[in-house]
């Protein structure tokens, strides 16, 4: 590595490779346990082995009783922002507590106990953090339902979890429109096999809903009879190894993956991560602007800042026009956030309608460090914007929701490293990243490949999917013996830094939202009229990529082209969700494929991007794909 600094890192990292159970029994000392761990890494358990095995813990007491009687009580654990409600509300540790606690107990009402499952299908308010809280606090396994999904998504989810109880509010408000969440939910609960047995609805005053009797309870007055009644749960004490939450992502078909998260790993990595890679100090304001939905919301929303006793914001808005391109800086200089996590599309959109940052100047930043982006590349463009504007450091860091925490990135705590724009930096302790061929020979600095992590995994990351062992197996662990595939494609440069260029599956990121085009295929697929479909990622300035779909239609079918390819746009919003972005389906005489019949997919995508393309030598009628140009003419 020639790369100079003075750093604490180099030594970090190295020894988390030479002595990676010395490493995480240090980092382990900053959490309380009830039982320490009788093997800090147990290799013969698991499917690569399992971290801090025989410990005693309680994520709930890790981030807020510990707090509370440590003397942080009057601290702002929550500070709940939401431009769309015109609202700022907070939480104090200590009234945080007592929300969780009292919420804990009515759960316990319900029958929950430890390892039963609570599905969370709601928007971004503060009762969603307790409800996580809650369930960490009993032991019951959580599994949070991203609100852009739709019915047939959540019911998926619902009969792989197989909850006790499902939580959720009446709505959930978008720029301009109430989504109504309870006939998303009646629909979800019909839909599924396994019978939902009860559900807590939180009625917000933008939108009521009607209550279904004998399964819907309201959960203020739930919440106010338990108050009045001095109801209040203890901490149940858990393994390490047993499942703090289920995290649907998307797999390479149209079932999602259930990733599961264990206790003790997570606690101690996310907590690890707050100052060593983010440098914020206990006491200080945090944000990370994603939605409890998705992974970087549950480990920066809710749990690491709360682990880290920091204050944490809750942002329940848009980048733009909740009022303005200038909403960030409103909120980072009113509540004096020192970092801030976001997408890189977010940046986007402001850039787009605030190029000279006019509104940045508006505002006192003074407080403000650090910016870190993830969820999709960050474009060396959109990052040099950010850093010309801000002035302040812009970090890219890389992670999944398999690994919970981030793989690479640039440890601001253990002192920054020099900024590649376009990298998200080096390895984090515990993950040795290599790049490889197809047959797991390491590749040259510079040369692309698949990117894999050498096995253990560090604390934090998936020990399995939830129920589906070989599943797991399968997906992460049979290409490459000895190593995790991440399925995304990249190269190492020769200062160790890594470039992750995109994904080898059919995954796509649209806005910072993971998909899968093999999903939508099917949906596709499922209309009568549909003979034969692609859906493949096209290149779009805001959101990075967006889905297009492309039809061949039954001969002979009755409606018109236009016609079914409205149909099919309403198709996967109504059975995925809005959040797929699917706004664009193309009717062709035919797909290009090779002479074997597979579609060329990689093809078609550049000449969709407008990027230059030769002609595949296995092609089977080179004039499809003239075909396709011709078709896209005036489309995208
Ligand atoms: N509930 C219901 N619908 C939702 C939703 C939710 N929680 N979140 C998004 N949607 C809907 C949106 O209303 C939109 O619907 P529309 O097609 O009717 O307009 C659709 O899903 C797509 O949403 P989104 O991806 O947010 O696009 P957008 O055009 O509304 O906004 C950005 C674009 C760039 C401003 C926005 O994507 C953004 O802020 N992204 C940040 C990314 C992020 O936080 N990623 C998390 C990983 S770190
Ligand atoms: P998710 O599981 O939703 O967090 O999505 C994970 C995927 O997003 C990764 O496999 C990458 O393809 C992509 N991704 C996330 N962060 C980055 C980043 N900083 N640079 C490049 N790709 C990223």
């Not at 040795?432 to 934090?460: F, H, Q, R, W, Y």
């Not at 797929?580 to 990689?602: C, D, E, H, N, Y």
């Not at 296995?618 to 005036?634: M, N, Q, S, V, Y």
Request: net charge neutral; glycine share 10%; charged share 20%.
């Amino acid at each position: 590595m020639n790369v100079q600094t003075t750093s604490r890192y180099f030594e970090t990292y190295a020894r988390s490779m030479q002595d990676p159970e010395g490493f995480w029994r240090d980092a382990a000392r900053a959490i309380d346990w009830i039982e320490p761990a009788k093997k800090i890494f147990d290799p013969s358990t698991g499917l690569y082995g399992r971290w801090f095995a025989g410990a005693v813990v309680n994520t709930c007491y890790n981030a807020l009783d510990r707090h509370v009687a440590g003397g942080r009580g009057d601290q702002l654990a929550l500070i709940h922002d939401s431009p769309l409600t015109d609202s700022v509300s907070t939480f104090t540790y200590a009234q945080m507590l007592h929300e969780v606690s009292t919420f804990a107990a009515i759960l316990q009402d319900f029958g929950v106990a430890k390892g039963d499952r609570v599905i969370i299908y709601m928007p971004l308010v503060p009762e969603a953090m307790v409800a996580m809280l809650a369930c960490a606090r009993i032991g019951a396994v959580h599994s949070v339902v991203f609100g852009g999904f739709a019915a047939k998504e959540l019911a998926t989810r619902i009969d792989d979890a197989k909850p006790k109880l499902v939580l959720s509010a009446s709505c959930g408000i978008e720029p301009g429109r109430i989504v109504a969440y309870k006939p998303l939910l009646d629909e979800a609960i019909r839909l599924a096999a396994h019978k939902v047995p009860a559900s807590i609805i939180l009625q917000r005053p933008q939108q009521t809903c009607d209550l279904t009797a004998g399964r819907d309870h309201d959960w203020k007055e739930l919440r106010d009879k338990a108050v009045a009644a001095n109801k209040s749960a203890a901490c149940v004490p858990v393994l390490a190894t047993d499942p703090l939450y289920i995290l649907y992502t998307s797999g390479t078909t149209g079932v999602p993956k259930g990733v599961v998260r264990d206790n003790g790993g997570h606690l101690v990595a996310i907590n690890w991560s707050m100052f060593n890679l983010y440098g914020v100090k206990p006491g200080e304001v945090w944000w990370c602007g994603s939605d409890i939905g998705w992974v970087v919301g549950h480990s920066y929303i809710v749990y690491g800042p709360l682990f880290h006793g920091n204050t944490s914001i809750m942002y329940e808005g848009k980048p733009v026009g909740t009022p303005d391109a200038g909403a960030f800086w409103r909120v980072i200089s009113q509540h004096k956030a020192v970092a801030f996590f976001t997408a890189p599309t977010a940046f986007r959109a402001i850039k787009k309608e605030d190029p000279d940052g006019a509104f940045i100047k508006k505002y006192d930043l003074s407080h403000f460090r650090t910016l870190f982006l993830a969820g999709e590349r960050g474009d060396p463009p959109t990052i040099a914007w950010a850093e010309q504007q801000l002035k302040v450091p812009v970090i890219d860091h890389w992670w999944q929701t398999e690994t919970g925490w981030c793989i690479a990135g640039n440890p601001v705590g253990l002192g920054q490293l020099p900024v590649k724009h376009g990298s998200p930096t080096v390895a984090m302790p515990g993950y040795k990243i290599e790049v490889v061929d197809e047959a797991s020979k390491p590749l040259p600095a510079g040369t692309m490949g698949s990117i894999v992590i050498k096995l253990p995994l560090p604390p934090g990351c998936l020990p399995t999917l939830w129920q589906q062992d070989e599943r797991c197996r399968e997906a992460y662990f049979s290409e490459f013996p000895g190593y995790y595939k991440t399925s995304d494609a990249g190269y190492l440069d020769a200062d160790g830094y890594v470039f992750v260029m995109g994904r080898t599956d059919d995954i796509i990121n649209v806005a910072g939202h993971r998909l899968s085009t093999g999903g939508m295929e099917e949906i596709l697929a499922s209309h009568p009229d549909v003979a034969e479909c692609a859906v493949l990622g096209v290149r779009d300035t805001l959101k990075g990529e967006v889905p297009c779909g492309f039809l061949v239609l039954k001969a002979g079918a009755a409606k018109s082209p236009e016609q079914i390819e409205k149909e099919v746009v309403a198709l996967v919003r109504e059975k995925l969700g809005p959040v797929a972005a699917f706004k664009l389906a193309i009717t062709v005489a035919r797909l290009p494929k090779t002479r074997s019949g597979k579609i060329l997919r990689g093809t078609i995508k550049k000449i969709a991007d407008g990027d230059p393309w030769t002609l595949p030598a296995t092609i089977e009628d080179p004039r499809a794909l003239d075909e396709i140009g011709d078709a896209l003419k005036g489309r995208t």
